[in-house]
């Protein structure tokens, strides 16, 4: 459906910000 469709492509937007957020993490505190 195209509900299901979109909820897919919210939750790949979400998963992308997630990882996104910790490369920043990462990047901001050298290791």
Do not use: C, M, W, Y
């Amino acid at each position: 459906s195209a509900s299901g469709f979109a909820d897919i492509g919210e939750e790949r937007r979400n998963k992308k910000k997630e990882i996104d957020g910790v490369h920043q993490t990462f990047s901001a505190s050298p290791l």
